[in-house]
C-alpha cells in the first residue's frame, strides 16, 4: 500500500518465534515471553524503516539484507535446533474453538476486520493509500510521507512478532526454516491485488491471497507433490501477476 515491500516478514516470524520459545524455556512466563516476541518484531521493523526512510535504501534490498541478518541471529538462538515451549497460553491457542473451527482460525479472522477497518475505513488508511499510489499528491497536500512509511514497516514489524507466537502456539514451539515462508508471503502479497477491486491492495484481498496460497500448498501436499514443483508454482504465479499488471498497466497508458 506504501509502494514498498518487506522480504523480512518470514524471518522476523522465526526469530520473533524463537525468542518467545527461548523464554518459556528459561522459566519466564507467557507476559515475559510475549513482550519478547512483539518487542523483537518491531526491532526488526525498526530496522527496516530506518533502512528506508532515513538510509534511502529502496525497501526491496535493505529488507533483502535484514531478512539475512534476521536469518543468521535466529541461527544463533536457537543453535539450528527445535525449540520446545508449552503453556497454558499456547495450549489455549491451539485449541479447537466453537463450531470445531481452530481458536488460530478465529485469530486470523479477528485480526483481518481489525486491520481491515482501520486500513479502509479511517482516514489513516486514505492517507496510506495516498502515500503508496500518489506519493507526489500526497507530499503537496503536506503529509509526512516518511513517517507513514516507516510506520508501515514498524506495523509489519510487529505482525512478525504477532506471527511468532501464534507459530509457537501452532508448531509446540520455535522451528527453523522459517525463512522458507518467504516465497508464500510474497505471493500472497502479490495476488492479494487481484483479489481485490481495481488492482487495488486490500486487506480482505490480501485474506483470500492467503487462503487460496494455503490450500494450494495443503493441497499439493496431500497429492504428495514435491516441494520443489510447489515452489516453482507460486513462482509461475508471481510471473503470471507482473506480467498481468504490466500489459494493463501499459494499456491504462495508451
Do not use: C, H, W
Not at 516470524?13 to 527461548?22: D, K, P
Not at 533483502?64 to 497460553?89: C, H, I, K, R, Y
Request: hydrophobic share 55%.
Amino acid at each position: 500500500m506504501t509502494g514498498g515491500i518487506d522480504l523480512s516478514l518470514a524471518t522476523n516470524m522465526g526469530l520473533s518465534a524463537a525468542v518467545y520459545a527461548s523464554l518459556v524455556q528459561a522459566g519466564q512466563g507467557d507476559g515475559v515471553a510475549i513482550l519478547g516476541a512483539l518487542g523483537t518484531g518491531l526491532a526488526i521493523g525498526a530496522v527496516n524503516a530506518a533502512a528506508v526512510t532515513l538510509a534511502g535504501i529502496v525497501p526491496l534490498l535493505a529488507t533483502l539484507a535484514v531478512m539475512n541478518v534476521v536469518a543468521g541471529l535466529e541461527l544463533v538462538l536457537t543453535q539450528n535446533t527445535v525449540v520446545p515451549a508449552s503453556t497454558d497460553f499456547l495450549s489455549a491457542l491451539s485449541a479447537g474453538g466453537p463450531f470445531g473451527i481452530p481458536v488460530l482460525a478465529y485469530v486470523l479472522l479477528g485480526f483481518t476486520l481489525i486491520v481491515a477497518a482501520v486500513v479502509q475505513y479511517t482516514p489513516l488508511g486514505l492517507r496510506l493509500y495516498a502515500v503508496g499510489a500518489f506519493p507526489d499528491a500526497a507530499r503537496a497536500a503536506g503529509l509526512p510521507i516518511k513517517t507513514f512509511v516507516a510506520g508501515s514497516f514498524l506495523a509489519s514489524g510487529l505482525t512478525g512478532g504477532i506471527a511468532g507466537i501464534l507459530s509457537v502456539s501452532y508448531l509446540s514451539g520455535s522451528t527453523t526454516g522459517a525463512g522458507d515462508m518467504l516465497l508464500p508471503i510474497v505471493v500472497t502479497a502479490l495476488l492479494g491485488t487481484v483479489f481485490s477491486r481495481r488492482l487495488v491492495p486490500t486487506i480482505t484481498g490480501t485474506l483470500l491471497s492467503a487462503l487460496f496460497v494455503g490450500f494450494l500448498v495443503n493441497g499439493f501436499q496431500l497429492l504428495n507433490i514435491s516441494s520443489t514443483l510447489v515452489s516453482g508454482v507460486q513462482g509461475l504465479l508471481i510471473l503470471l501477476f507482473v506480467s498481468a499488471t504490466t500489459l494493463l498497466g501499459r494499456k491504462e497508458t495508451a
